[in-house]
């Protein structure tokens, strides 16, 4: 047989009948991977969907959030603005506070008279500058560093006494207590920590704060808006 024959022959075979095996899973797995892309991208759009639903605000950011804002403060405290003097209100000599709490305050020390307790209106809004003498000559008096002085006055800019939303509060029966932790011991400060809430008052400086000293003499008023936004940083990170 020469070589032409031998091609012939084998072309001349007869085409082996051939069972392929279809595997149904290999056919379903195929169009898996087809569908795949479009199956991730619904996948993390019902994810998205359900999270935001779950968590209507952005609380991812809250820790990094806190760490910004503490990344603010200087010597503990944090930064205030100072308030336009069309919202401040002399309430009595030298006293003068944001326009919105003068009423929540005057009456607060309507009822406490009423239960037999005398307080006394210590300090209310300080100027930056007034903040700034405070702050500085105080220090040199004393002759302390800032890092002292700011654990019980805080230094020019980082007072919520620039707000008009801050109060210091004595007993008038017990006037050597003022600006003293002993305010504490004084019916007026036990008669505060019975009730100022409801008049929307709240210790700026409890003794759990992290930052400032104890100062049961200092409140602050967050029974509006404003005041709220004023000190959410605080309310958030003390
Ligand atoms: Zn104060």
Request: zero cysteines; a negative charge.
């Given at each position: 047989m020469d070589k032409k024959d031998e091609i012939n022959q084998i072309i001349d075979l007869p085409i082996a009948q051939r069972t392929y095996f279809s595997n149904p899973y290999s056919n379903l797995f195929k169009k898996l991977l087809l569908i795949s892309p479009f199956l991730l991208i619904a996948i993390s759009f019902s994810a998205l969907r359900l999270k935001s639903y779950l968590y209507p605000f952005p609380i991812k950011n809250l820790y990094s959030q806190t760490q910004e804002n503490n990344a603010h403060r200087i010597l503990g405290h944090l930064p205030y603005g100072e308030i336009s003097e069309d919202k401040l209100v002399l309430i009595e000599p030298n006293i003068e506070v944001h326009v919105d709490m003068s009423k929540s305050l005057l009456q607060m020390r309507e009822d406490a008279k009423k239960d037999g307790i005398y307080l006394t209106f210590l300090s209310g809004y300080r100027s930056v500058k007034l903040q700034n003498d405070i702050f500085y000559s105080l220090k040199s008096i004393r002759n302390q560093v800032a890092a002292e002085r700011a654990k019980v006055s805080a230094p020019p800019g980082y007072s919520e006494h620039s707000t008009g939303f801050a109060i210091d509060i004595g007993d008038a029966k017990n006037r050597?207590?003022?600006?003293?932790?002993?305010?504490?011991?004084?019916n007026a400060f036990k008669w505060l920590k019975m009730n100022a809430a409801k008049y929307h008052f709240k210790l700026s400086f409890n003794k759990n704060n992290k930052y400032i000293d104890y100062e049961p003499w200092h409140w602050r008023y967050e029974g509006s808006i404003e005041a709220l936004k004023v000190f959410e940083n605080s309310n958030r990170n003390d």
């Open positions: 050597d207590t003022d600006f003293e932790v002993e305010f504490e011991n004084t």
